[in-house]
């Protein structure tokens, strides 16, 4: 190991870091899912436990623990904010970048690992999602590491650690985001198995594997069947069955949805690895290991095209496929140099990102042109009043990938490879410097005024509350104490809206509403409204009764 992390894995590393650690907390947490996740690891801080996931303290039964206590333990070293809560993920990035290194060399040799690697660095979601509090980066890494150790098994000595290791994987992705784990990686290695030892043997592996994955996970459940009660372990259950047969808070979409999804967001690398469909990029390569990842994008791909509730990351564990296999090509490339169409279709895919990067700012900037893109009453009402604070640099990010552009087109002849390598580096700086100076002006347009408003009343003794829509903003930004939680107060879940609006309440309440879809609460009179008038969100106020 030493001889690959000497030079390019200590460089690599670096690049990460460089790329996604400063000001990684520059931005607010985006709903739903990155305040959902932060506020249960502050909940845990908050409370002292750090076995029970709870939002707004009530039991959490949507996803296991593991997750959160990267974050708490990031929140406990950095304070609870932005940083800390995507802390975790850059830290993963950075495991995940060198892990993919190691792999190439083992599997092939030095030079694919490195190609590998910056693919993986080089491609816009793979990028992306380092910089992100989203769970996926966690559990996607076990799980690839699941397969990997799986695979070390059948090829290498002391089979027994590798499965064990491969279980303990497994069991880390299970205790991340819960059973479907199981179901991802299993299929591709069950397939495999069957196909090399007969299914004796695969049957055995398989059993050794799936034990020591579901042993955390199963102590868990049960301690939380054992604080809750039956409810909790059957609701778990039921939420993971919904996702498969509904889309879930409106989360839907069509069949093709996450083929459309990989194609587009994993640019290079996507449109690179169609080539490895063609038998000559394939002779060099173990057959094993390419088969078992092709499963693994077909199960990734199929699986959640069946789900039918539709989300952009739900596919992200198909990003470890599909740049192989695009290493697979490009490393083959690396040798001759000879077919100028691999360089053209990289060109082209950091053109487009280049391109959409450069637009996305100036098409937010022009008013006029969002008031003719956009349907909705709210979103169309904050349009109209928002002035965001344009600096007139924001293209500067979409600027460095067409930098690298410019310049691997001049090194296109002279230094191909060098070229490749310009393109991938170029994007990996274009989006993370996008997340740095773009992102927080995207916000002025969705949550700004909201998570600012939240957080002016962390030290007072008030509850926040929205009506008529779904967030956990005012929980994570407006730091909600136990003791004004319908869990601290005795009230049932049901009737905490209609507590809060008529109920005997030991405080003052803020409701939080959009303008548009509030005519019910502006007919009462107990309520007095905060803040400009004008504005899209609107707060209320309801005062205390001493």
């Excluded at 790329?19 to 739903?32: E, I, K, R, S």
């Excluded at 050794?208 to 939380?224: A, C, E, G, I, K």
């Excluded at 069947?225 to 909790?232: D, H, M, T």
């Excluded at 004004?484 to 109920?503: H, M, N, T, V, Y």
């Amino acid at each position: 190991m030493k001889h690959w992390i000497r030079q390019p894995g200590l460089l690599l590393a670096a690049f990460v870091i460089v790329t996604v650690l400063p000001l990684l907390g520059n931005a607010y947490l985006f709903d739903w899912d990155e305040v959902n996740f932060a506020e249960c690891a502050r909940e845990m801080i908050a409370t002292g436990d750090y076995l029970h996931p709870t939002i707004d303290f009530m039991p959490f039964w949507e996803k296991p623990p593991l997750f959160f206590w990267l974050q708490a333990a990031a929140m406990h070293m950095f304070g609870v904010n932005e940083f800390a809560a995507r802390f975790p993920n850059a830290l993963i990035g950075i495991i995940n970048v060198l892990f993919i290194l190691w792999v190439g060399r083992r599997w092939i040799d030095q030079q694919f690992g490195i190609v590998w690697a910056l693919l993986w660095i080089g491609s816009l979601l793979p990028q992306f999602y380092m910089h992100s509090g989203l769970i996926d980066p966690t559990f996607n890494l076990a799980m690839f590491a699941t397969i990997v150790f799986a695979l070390e098994s059948q090829r290498a000595a002391r089979r027994w650690l590798w499965l064990s290791l491969s279980g303990i994987s497994l069991g880390l992705a299970i205790l991340t985001k819960g059973p479907v784990a199981m179901l991802l990686v299993g299929l591709p290695l069950i397939i495999v198995w069957l196909k090399r030892n007969g299914w004796k043997r695969a049957v055995g592996d398989s059993a050794t594997v799936l034990v020591l994955s579901l042993l955390p996970f199963v102590v868990w459940l049960l301690s939380d069947r054992s604080e809750y009660g039956q409810w909790f372990v059957r609701s778990f259950v039921e939420y993971q069955l919904r996702l498969l047969t509904t889309g879930d808070a409106g989360h839907s979409g069509p069949v093709y949805y996450h083929v459309v999804v990989l194609l587009l967001g994993c640019i290079p690398a996507s449109w690179i690895a169609l080539a490895a469909v063609r038998t000559r990029y394939r002779h060099h390569i173990p057959t094993e290991q390419t088969q078992a990842l092709g499963l693994l994008l077909i199960t990734v791909v199929v699986v959640f095209s069946i789900v039918q509730t539709k989300i952009v990351h739900y596919s992200s564990l198909a990003y470890y496929p599909l740049t192989y296999f695009a290493a697979v090509v490009l490393s083959r490339w690396w040798h001759q140099c000879t077919e100028r169409w691999l360089l053209f279709v990289t060109i082209l895919g950091s053109s487009l990102l280049a391109i959409a990067l450069i637009a996305t700012p100036l098409v937010l900037s022009n008013q006029a042109l969002l008031l003719r893109l956009v349907r909705d009453d709210f979103a169309r009402s904050i349009v109209e009043t928002t002035i965001p604070h344009w600096s007139g640099v924001e293209w500067a990010a979409g600027a460095l990938v067409a930098t690298a552009v410019v310049i691997a087109a001049v090194f296109i002849k002279r230094m191909p490879r060098a070229a490749v390598v310009v393109l991938l580096i170029g994007n990996a700086l274009g989006i993370s410097a996008f997340l740095r100076i773009v992102a927080p002006r995207i916000q002025d347009f969705t949550q700004r005024r909201f998570v600012e408003f939240c957080r002016a009343y962390v030290q007072r003794d008030v509850i926040l509350q929205p009506i008529g829509f779904k967030t956990y903003v005012h929980l994570f930004y407006g730091r909600r104490q136990a003791e004004r939680s319908p869990r601290g107060l005795g009230i049932p879940a049901a009737q905490w809206e209609q507590f809060l609006l008529d109920g005997d309440v030991p405080c003052n309440v803020v409701f939080i509403a959009k303008r548009t879809k509030a005519a019910d609460l502006l007919r009462r009179t107990d309520l007095v409204q905060l803040d400009d008038p004008n504005s899209p969100w609107l707060f209320l106020l309801r005062p205390h009764k001493k």
